[in-house]
């Protein structure tokens, strides 16, 4: 008995019975919600949100209490670099990656050292940062949408490319190959899992705990500013306000997955779960074509729930 009601409240058996119930409840609603191409579909945004998530999750890992609220606007900001330097053109894919990806970065490496050497509390530093993030949005567009997503990045991110999947899944599929080795093969994985289960005995090692603490803060903003890139490929044009969404779910994606609110477990395979079973619900209350209000309710109550369950029962955590 013992065993089974350890599988049963697994995290990943959890996600993974909550994915399947989604999808028969959408079938239900709406015949044909759990056909291939649409269940594809979905795939790409639960992609797109798996990959912000990404970065959250090295974040909460590492302890201290970190989240990272500056996500949302770090993909926006990244979706209009890369919309700008693109200007719809093949030949700007490359300069749009590296220019999205090492601005974010660099604001997410500010991000860490005011946590760490400042010593101001994640929360407050990186919705301050969202704040100067957002306001450099509005000057750099003067609030209206700008550049365009390069015609081949469109076709990766939407159009199949291999055994009828879009390119971004494959992508995603690296990146969940590449967090599994870096948290369970690799020294930095081990201090990252350290710190966050206990930063005193971690410097009593000789971990480099702030150097690593904020590393990870620049790899959630390099994260989101790839991640940018590819909701630009998305969507085909961008606006500063573009990854707002991403960020209340990139955090409950991580919890869902079973990765601690206080650090120093889970693993980002449960992320990756949670990240489809948030695009699932919000697909399902779409479907009962509910109102806005309505469905913000229903979708908040819900996550509220899960928040509750994942972050404050033990049992739920690896």
């Known amino acids: 008995m013992n065993r089974i009601k350890t599988i049963l409240t697994d995290p990943l058996v959890l996600a993974t019975v909550s994915i399947l119930l989604l999808l ?8 044909g919600f759990a056909r291939g191409d649409q269940i594809i579909r979905l795939l790409v945004v639960s992609a797109i949100l798996g990959m912000v998530a990404a970065g959250q999750s090295l974040v909460v890992i590492g302890g201290r209490e970190g989240i990272d609220l500056s996500v949302g606007a770090l993909i926006s900001l990244g979706a209009v670099l890369a919309g700008n330097a693109m200007s719809g053109s093949d030949g700007g894919i490359l300069p749009a990656i590296l220019v999205a990806g090492g ?22 530093m990186t919705l301050g940062m969202t704040g100067v993030v957002q306001g450099g949005l509005i000057v750099l567009s003067r609030g209206i949408p700008s550049g365009n997503a390069a015609p081949s990045l469109m076709g990766f991110v939407n159009r199949p490319l291999l055994l009828g999947l879009p390119g971004v899944l494959f992508l995603w599929a ?4 590449g967090m599994w080795f870096l948290l369970r093969r690799t020294q930095l994985g081990y201090a990252i899992y350290a710190m966050g ?7 009593l090692t000789g971990l480099p705990v702030k150097l690593i603490r904020t590393l990870l803060y620049g790899f959630s903003g390099l994260l989101a500013g790839i991640t940018g890139v590819v909701v630009i490929g998305y969507t085909g044009n961008s606006f500063v306000s573009v990854g707002d969404q991403y960020v209340l779910p990139s955090v409950i994606a991580v919890v869902i997955g079973g990765i601690s609110l206080a650090g120093g477990s889970g693993n980002y395979l449960g992320v990756m779960l949670g990240a489809i079973a948030l695009t699932l619900l919000q ?3 779409t479907t009962l074509q509910l109102e806005f209000w309505g469905r913000q309710l229903i979708f908040g109550g819900v996550l509220l729930l899960l928040m509750l369950l994942y972050g404050r029962t033990k049992q739920l955590r690896v």
């Not at 028969?24 to 015949?31: N, V």
């Not at 289960?197 to 410097?203: D, I, L, M, P």
């Open 24 to 31: 028969g409840i959408g079938e239900l609603l709406s015949p």
């Open 103 to 124: 601005v974010t970065f660099v604001i997410g490496l500010i991000n860490g050292l005011g946590v760490t050497l400042l010593r101001i509390p994640p929360l407050v």
């Open 174 to 177: 690296l990146l969940g190959l």
């Open 197 to 203: 289960s206990n930063e005193r005995a971690a410097v």
């Open 283 to 285: 697909s399902v209350l």
